[in-house]
């Protein structure tokens, strides 16, 4: 026998399943979005350096080094808004590419890493020092060097991991790296017989697919220059932020090129850059993006 179910109870029955699913769904998704943001909304905050060229440990005027002021930039966030998500950032030549000195790239390494500082592109002044040299003090010093067009001729893997994914609370935020054509002029003919460059297009080309499955933000680390950084926002329209160098100019206020935010501090670690995004959790597009940035020196005293 049948038992014809009452339609007041089946719709009332379907309800509270789907208010069960909900509740479920945000309490599993409650961290990811919280960091402070009662929208919803996933808050990342972006502190940002390039071209340091070997000032990141220097002393202004003012008594600070580029990294304590990146470390009380860190503190401040943390005490205003205790969970935030946090990514510090470097766009490549933190080195002093005169100097040529591994030791001194070695202390800066660890310095930025001491800092909290997540990655750091590739520039053309630290491969003065050698490709596996840069590569040695990175690992020691446990700052990742991000560079996705730089590989090996003979088995044709990466020199240095194309990407690092951090997760905050279940949001996925990838940072690739690319570095300029530059960096063949830094390197001896041992290296240029040992690695291979690829163009920006070829080697996103490569990665796309595996970057895009991974990460749900993605971010570019640039030693391109600023133009190049444009016509990649331009290009790939599912990136969200570059964070660029190679080019000394600092660009004052987050550029919006596309649905992509450009920023880029200038030169010896003069400014340091602090970007707040709100972005949305279901699309990953970008909410909002507030950038400035801090001046902490002078090229006077350089
Ligand atoms: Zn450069």
Do not use: N
């Given at each position: 026998m049948q038992i014809k179910s009452n339609p007041l109870v089946t719709s009332l029955k379907t309800a509270f399943i789907f208010l069960f699913i909900l509740s479920a769904f945000f309490s599993f998704t409650g961290n990811a979005f919280s960091a402070g943001d009662p929208g919803g909304f996933f808050k990342m905050r972006v502190i940002h350096t390039n071209d340091t060229h070997g000032n990141i440990r220097k002393t202004w005027k003012s008594g600070r080094s580029d990294i304590s002021e990146i470390s009380a930039m860190r503190e401040e966030i943390n005490k205003k808004t205790p969970g935030s998500n946090i990514l510090i950032l470097d766009a490549g030549d933190f080195t002093d590419g005169k100097k040529r000195d591994p030791e001194a790239v070695a202390a800066d390494m660890s310095a930025m890493a001491a800092a909290g500082y997540d990655a750091a592109a590739l520039g053309n002044h630290e491969v003065k020092i050698g490709i596996e040299k840069i590569k040695e003090i990175s690992k020691n010093s446990n700052l990742p060097i991000v560079c996705a067009n730089l590989t090996s001729k003979?088995?044709?893997?990466?020199?240095?991991?194309?990407y690092i994914i951090k997760d905050f609370g279940g949001v996925k935020v990838g940072i690739l790296g690319f570095s300029t054509p530059k960096i063949l002029e830094s390197m001896n003919a041992d290296e240029l017989a040992k690695f291979n460059y690829a163009g920006i297009e070829d080697a996103y080309d490569k990665i796309i697919e595996k970057f895009k499955s991974e990460c749900d933000v993605r971010i570019v680390l640039s030693h391109m220059g600023t133009d190049e950084d444009f016509k990649i926002a331009e290009t790939h329209k599912?990136?969200?932020l570059i964070v660029g160098?190679?080019?000394?100019?600092?660009?004052d206020e987050p550029v919006f090129k596309s649905a992509c935010c450009v920023v880029n501090t200038g030169k010896y670690g003069i400014n340091v850059g602090m970007l707040d995004m709100t972005i949305?959790?279901?699309?990953?597009?970008?909410k909002s993006a507030d950038g400035v940035l801090k001046k902490v020196g002078d090229e006077s005293e350089l």
């Open positions: 003979e088995t044709g893997e990466y020199v240095f991991k194309p599912k990136i969200k160098g190679h080019t000394p100019d600092p660009i949305d959790p279901e699309s990953f597009e970008i």
